[in-house]
């Protein structure tokens, strides 16, 4: 006891002799600041989240986003500095520290010998450090987003992701989702779509162009956007083009595991509506009875028209990849799935507009309150197997079947002011319209791919793809209530209870593409006088089938007054077209050939890199639709031919700056569905097909400068310019008093632009802000109407001159990033700006329907709670940005019609709210926390 205590006395001196003593000490012993930064030895890339140590001491720190670190206040002297990074090799280093030194550590890769293969575990494609290395060494204007940004950032699906590239805007669907890109001002149809470098078919059973809003955004390894062609590209892109990279085999063992839940704010206050879909037809009477059959009212549930409100289940994100290598790393595999079940909805007024024969100013004609309820279950699965036998020679075989069900009701509520406009006593009715539609849309593709070194000087690969496009859309049904109302002296409205006509429509529609792909591409590299050029040749060929089918179904109560009761079960029906719509024009076949050829060049001038070429394209394109023979256009075929020269040229005044500038020519090609000689009632207008439309030709411009100060940091100036023959644009017309949607040719068009793009990372802190400016023009013949001097209704033909549809003038979204490597913690601020755009082309002077310009914001964060286990929350649209849709000149007639709305400056057409969606999940990545626990596991020294 006495002991204990004379040892408790000695260490209370000397812990106050310590105390005492400690100023002087620090006086004596010189403190020093260590920082500097953490890279790669062979990239020359920053080393985010690498650790530094000083050896037997508690100074320590962490690579902030751009690789750099600070430890303060080290005392002078010799010191082992412990660098460790994961998959890099740990380094010490000895370093004498007599004054604030600042230093760069480069890590070695880790690396394992094999057998014959040598597999080194470094720069990885997902990374955006690869990321910025592909745009910088590409010899065109390329921009990439990786998988790394992909993960942290707001979106799940593809369309959304896309939209954080420079010069891109988004299109979106019913339920404010995005699905469409625009690149450049430049409409969804002038671009196209690649997987892992191959075109595949569309499921839209109009355009084809693909929705993006298809393809879940975790099955990637990046995103890549193309704004200007080379040779060895499919030339049939005036915007850009979208290539999604997807996930490769690992070069370890691998197992991420995603799993998330969430909600959509409009169901919170608000039902879902929902309908019965067990028991609806998938099949046509048609289809299930054969061509000749009779159908009666029996053939026809009414399940699919029961509507009811419910509360929806929280939305589910669940993702898995797993993967590894094996035979001494010569093969590797990976699978991936991904699965996605999400409501949305929409709360929308839409006011149908006509043109004043008076003063050509659009006037109200009915009011439409809308709610759509979508339920989207979206689900992919990939697998990727390559095999190396040795350094010469690579096989691919990537399969993927991506798949999207769709399940919409809309319910629509219309007050006809047609009858007893202004302020006397008239009549009119209201419209009760119900919808349920199911959409099942499928991408499949099982593509084939070699890559071959025959000699040193001499490369060839190949590809051999089948690619299955299918849209099926069942039996959509569509019922509405019509009820007489009457305007009294006073203007208000009185609803006669009554419903004295009834119309009911049932509808299949379903799509098939088809695509056999072959390509084949050589490589030949030598020297000309000490300059490296390298030759490349190649073509393909693609054979493409489209089927397309369509039957429709009219009803009507009978007898035609019926009490409503509630109940869709109380009413009687009778059929008015038994057999259907077999001579429909939309029940056609399309048949198309692409034969393709191409050479290029590239020769290096030291800094100087050019490449050129031309690309030959035949195309042959075939259709068939039973429409009655007397129906203009029911068949017909184009075969033409294009050259497409392309040269680019990339300047490099030293290894962070790039100087490009770039032609190529490029076309775009009518889609299928426009060129049938179809009419059909859709959505807002009735639409027609156009079967002399023709391709689009284009000649495009680009110039620009890059800086990149590190791996991670860039800088992006540009312009471009492109000049358009026969742009097509979806547009009303009149015709016998009847207003049609119909695509057509629109003269010559310009665009063009100026695109900034910036990114910039601090210790934790990073920016991403693009800018981009776009002025197109296009002259059309519009229809003015008036009263000529004698008091006649005429009118006339006058030119306008407006932007192309889907063109913003301003577009930029900035993006505010914290990464903190030592808490493991991620969060992203980003703000989308879209300028206005047309969508809508009226048929009469100043009237097109334009968007409002808007802003949206998301936002994401992560917090790592063990090593590989992370918790995220993703919330899209935190400001319930709507869609607002104007014609650009007041409403002087009727204004009253819509008191809640301002007229006096701009009619509004409609306005959609999308609400708020909310997502929480958690994250699980083996290696991370394999690695973590076999640290853990080794022995202290």
């Known amino acids: 006891m006495l002991r204990n205590e004379t040892r408790y006395k000695q260490m209370l001196r000397i812990s106050f002799l310590c105390i005492l003593f400690f100023p002087l000490f620090l006086i004596a012993q010189p403190l020093y600041n260590l920082e500097g930064t953490v890279i790669e030895k062979s990239t020359k890339e920053p080393i985010i989240g690498a650790k530094i140590i000083v050896a037997g001491t508690n100074f320590r720190a962490m690579a902030g986003l751009d690789g750099s670190f600070r430890i303060n206040n080290i005392p002078a002297g010799t010191h082992n500095v412990q660098i460790t990074a994961l998959t890099y090799q740990t380094k010490t280093e000895s370093i004498e520290i007599t004054s604030n030194t600042k230093l760069v550590f480069a890590l070695d890769s880790e690396s394992t010998e094999l057998e014959e293969v040598q597999v080194f575990a470094g720069r990885t494609i997902d990374s955006e450090a690869s ?401 490296k050029v390298d030759f490349l040749t190649g073509g393909m060929f693609r054979h493409k089938v489209r089927q397309s089918f369509f039957d429709q179904y009219l009803l009507r109560t009978m007898p035609i007054m019926q009490p409503w009761t509630g109940s869709i079960y109380d009413a009687t029906w009778t059929l008015f077209n038994s057999i259907g719509t077999p001579t429909d024009p939309l029940n056609y076949s399309v048949t198309e050939d692409v034969l393709a050829a191409y050479g290029m060049f590239k020769v290096d001038f030291g800094k100087l890199h050019v490449l050129g070429g031309a690309r030959y394209e035949n195309t042959f394109f075939e259709w068939e639709s039973k429409a009655p023979p007397t129906v203009d256009g029911r068949t017909g075929r184009i075969d033409y031919f294009d050259v497409l020269p392309s040269v680019h040229f990339k300047y490099m005044p030293d290894e962070t700056q790039n100087i490009r500038a770039s032609y190529f020519a490029s076309l775009t090609r009518p889609s299928f569905f426009e060129v049938i000689p179809y009419e059909i009632n859709e959505e807002d207008f009735r639409e027609r097909g156009n079967p002399f439309l023709r391709r689009t030709k284009a000649d495009n411009f680009d110039i620009r400068y890059e800086k990149y100060t590190n791996v991670l940091d860039k800088i992006m100036v540009g312009v471009f310019y492109k000049r358009i023959e026969d742009p097509i644009e979806r547009s009303l017309f009149i015709q016998n008093q009847n207003v049609f949607l119909m695509s057509n040719n629109f003269g010559t068009a310009t665009n063009y632009g100026f695109e900034f793009d910036f990114t910039k990372y601090i210790k934790s802190f990073g920016v991403r802000f693009f800018y981009t400016y776009t002025n197109s023009s296009i002259t059309t013949d519009k229809i003015v109407r008036f009263r000529d001097e004698n008091g006649n209704l005429t009118s006339r033909i006058e030119e306008q001159t407006r932007p192309l549809q889907g063109q913003s003038a301003h577009i930029s979204n900035f993006s505010l990033l914290y990464k903190n490597q030592k808490l493991g913690t991620d969060a992203q601020l980003s703000t989308v700006y879209t300028g206005r755009r047309i969508i809508g082309v009226s048929p009469f002077l100043d009237n097109d329907i334009w968007q409002r310009a808007f802003v949206q914001m998301d936002f994401s964060f992560e917090q790592r709670i063990a090593p590989g286990i992370v918790v995220y929350t993703k919330i899209n649209n935190l400001l319930n940005t709507p869609l607002l849709a104007e014609i650009l000149l007041p409403n002087t007639f009727n204004a009253e019609q819509a008191p809640y709305w301002d007229a006096s400056e701009a009619t509004r057409i409609w306005e959609d709210y999308y609400f708020q969606t909310y997502l929480i999940g958690m994250k699980f990545n083996f290696h991370q926390y394999n690695k973590n626990r076999k640290n853990n596991q080794k022995p202290s020294k």
């Open 131 to 531: 990321a910025r290395a592909t745009e910088k060494n590409a010899m065109n204007v390329l921009n990439v987003i990786s998988a790394k940004e992909i993960d942290v950032s707001p979106d799940i699906t593809v369309a959304n992701v896309v939209q954080r590239v420079s010069g891109v805007s988004l299109e979106r669907n019913n339920n404010g989702d995005g699905q469409h890109a625009i690149v450049r001002g430049m409409d969804k149809r002038y671009n196209y779509t690649l997987v892992n470098g191959v075109k595949i078919p569309s499921p839209d059973p109009r355009n084809r162009y693909i929705p993006l809003d298809i393809f879940p955004a975790d099955l990637l390894d990046r995103l890549e956007v193309t704004k200007a062609l080379t040779p060895n590209m499919e030339g049939d892109a005036i915007g850009g083009v979208i290539d999604m990279v997807m996930k490769n085999a690992p070069n370890n063992f691998l197992l991420n595991v995603n799993i998330g839940t969430g909600y959509n704010q409009m169901f919170v206050n608000n039902y879902f509506r929902a309908f019965d879909r067990a028991n609806t037809n998938r099949l046509s009477p048609h289809k299930i009875n054969g061509s000749d059959y009779q159908a009666t009212i029996d053939d026809f549930t009414r399940e699919n028209i029961d509507f009811r409100d419910i509360r929806p289940v929280p939305n589910q994100v669940y993702s898995l990849a797993l993967g590894n290598r094996f035979l001494n790393n010569k093969l590797g595999v990976l699978v991936a799935g991904s699965y996605q079940n999400t409501y949305r909805g929409a709360e929308s007024i839409f006011m149908e507009a006509f043109v004043n024969q008076e003063n050509n100013t659009p006037y109200y004609e009915r009011v439409q309150v809308r709610q759509f309820s979508t339920q989207q279950i979206r689900s992919g699965v990939h697998s990727k197997i390559d095999y190396k036998p040795n350094q010469n020679h690579k096989l691919e075989l990537y399969m993927a079947a991506i798949n999207l069900n769709e399940f919409e009701t809309r319910s629509r509520v219309d007050t006809i002011l047609a009858i007893g406009r202004g302020q006397g006593p008239g009549t009119g009715r209201i419209e009760i319209r119900e919808r349920s539609r199911q959409i099942y849309q499928g991408v499949y593709n099982a593509t084939l791919t070699g890559e071959h070194r025959l000699l040193p000087s001499l490369k060839a690969d190949w590809s051999l793809a089948y690619s299955l496009a299918t849209n099926d859309d069942p039996d959509m049904a569509q019922v509405q209530w019509i009820t007489a109302i009457i305007k009294d002296n006073q203007g208000n409205f009185i609803q006669d209870p009554i419903m004295y006509d009834t119309d009911y429509s049932r509808r299949w529609l379903n799509n098939t593409d088809e695509d056999y792909s072959a390509y084949g591409n050589l490589k030949y590299d030598f020297d000309v006088k000490g300059v």
